[in-house]
């Protein structure tokens, strides 16, 4: 078979691909000579180029079909990501575009906000035109544009707002600044048909808090970290087991190293040290103490086994310690929620729906906690409603979506561009947390295991 053959199937198949993406039917819009063309004696370069012609008009006709309705450009740059997504009304993805930091921060221990600034900026418009570029649209044909200026780290923060005004001096378009912690609980509702009001707990490597989402912009504050956050808490602990150097972990955070390496592990090595924040009846959090554990229990284990923490030695005993630190986060956590939820009881601050927890940040990927989750939800009667792992972890889509959200009830669109602010600390809604602690609920111990 000729190379201009191969070209020429390849290409067919990659177009019919993206038919039945888009309309269910592979041959559309491709006349019956494209399908005999290959056994014909015409030139395969004629063919190739026809076929060219058809794969630029099923892109272009695929953005054509959402120009009618609103397009929100969405752009994030809050700490380790860079993302940029364009979507449309209905929550269709149109085109996206992403940078992930991660494993250059990995081999730092952690993420260093100067290393993160500089990348941000050197990848941003790339990824912006990848975003367009991808939606088969430039940046006239979209509707308004939505930037995470709250909360997460200055400096990069600072290049995504910057960049933002750049381009809307060019072309003046509405302007929506994102809350990255409401864009987290909004992208459920870009999935599935959840109402307001629901439960929200958000779990990533900067944040830990439960709300009650009552809007687009209406959140209720119940309780937050008041120390690290899970996220935080997972890679430091991976980064004391030297997990960066396990085979298994190439690449990974730590939060997933852990993931991996404790299964078949035993959660039991640290069941007799007491749960955080024990005496008080609230929905706070706290990791800085599960933390000390985890690093009491590995270096018990390196005196044993004659390690030191400066070497490249790795304990034995990993999958355990992993296992047993995982499981104390993850019963911490259901035991905040399980307050959370009779207290919304009590309140009856959800009456009128079926009752759900959403779960996003990227600490929501964990299965083990998932499934923690899940026991509590069932035992409660709520439903559990997670955005699949790749929307958990921070990217542009999410804040498209918020963007849209706001943009279509017409909330927080800024008309003085120049009087927006990134802001590295900013709360989600009205704290109640006070309310929650003067309620005084005893919760029973959640056993899910």
């Not at 940078?99 to 250059?104: E, G, T």
Request: include cysteine.
């Amino acid at each position: 078979m000729s190379n201009s053959t191969i070209r020429f199937l390849k290409l067919y198949n990659y177009i019919g691909w993206l038919n039945i993406c888009n309309h269910g039917n592979r041959t559309r819009n491709f006349p019956k000579a494209f399908i005999t063309s290959i056994d014909s004696k015409k030139s395969h370069h004629q063919a190739e180029l026809s076929l060219r012609r058809g794969l630029h008009s099923s892109v272009s006709s695929l953005a054509s079909e959402s120009r009618g309705s609103k397009l929100v450009l969405g752009i994030e740059t809050s700490c380790d990501e860079t993302g940029a997504a364009v979507v449309d009304e209905e929550g269709k993805v149109l085109g996206e575009g992403l940078y992930s930091q991660k494993r250059i921060h990995v081999k730092n221990g952690g993420v260093i906000p100067t290393l993160a600034q500089d990348l941000h900026r050197q990848h941003i418009d790339s990824v912006v035109q990848q975003a367009l570029r991808n939606a088969g649209i430039q940046l006239k044909d979209v509707s308004a544009l939505a930037t995470t200026t709250m909360p997460g780290l200055a400096l990069c923060l600072q290049v995504g707002l910057q960049y933002s005004k750049d381009l809307l001096r060019r072309l003046p378009l509405p302007f929506i600044p994102v809350h990255h912690m409401i864009a987290h609980a909004l992208t459920i509702r870009m999935i599935e048909k959840i109402e307001f009001p629901y439960l929200v707990l958000l779990v990533s490597g900067g944040h830990c808090l439960l709300a009650v989402a009552r809007g687009v912009d209406d959140f209720l504050l119940l309780g937050s970290t008041l120390d690290n956050a899970p996220g935080e808490a997972f890679d430091k602990v991976a980064r004391r087991l030297k997990l960066h150097l396990h085979p298994a972990c190439h690449g990974l955070s730590g939060g997933q190293a852990i993931e991996r390496l404790s299964l078949g592990g035993n959660i039991r090595l640290l069941m007799d040290k007491e749960r955080p924040l024990l005496k008080h009846r609230d929905c706070s959090f706290s990791f800085s103490g599960l933390k000390t554990f985890a690093n009491w229990l590995i270096y018990n284990h390196e005196v044993k086994e004659g390690i030191s923490r400066e070497d490249d030695l790795l304990l034995s005993t990993i999958p355990d310690i992993a296992a047993s630190f995982q499981h104390k986060v993850a019963h911490h956590m259901v035991t905040r929620v399980a307050r959370a939820m009779e207290f919304c009881r009590q309140r009856d601050m959800l009456a009128g729906t079926s009752k759900s927890l959403v779960v996003s940040g990227g600490v929501a990927s964990n299965a083990y906690i998932r499934s923690a989750l899940q026991f509590v939800c069932d035992k409660h009667g709520y439903q559990l409603h997670c955005p699949p792992p790749r929307l958990c972890t921070d990217n542009g889509i999410m804040i498209a979506w918020a963007g849209m959200e706001k943009f279509k009830l017409g909330l927080g669109i800024v008309e003085d561009l120049q009087s927006v602010r990134y802001e590295p600390k900013y709360p989600i809604g009205m704290d109640i947390s006070d309310q929650v602690r003067a309620a005084d609920i005893k919760i029973k111990r959640v056993k899910f295991w």
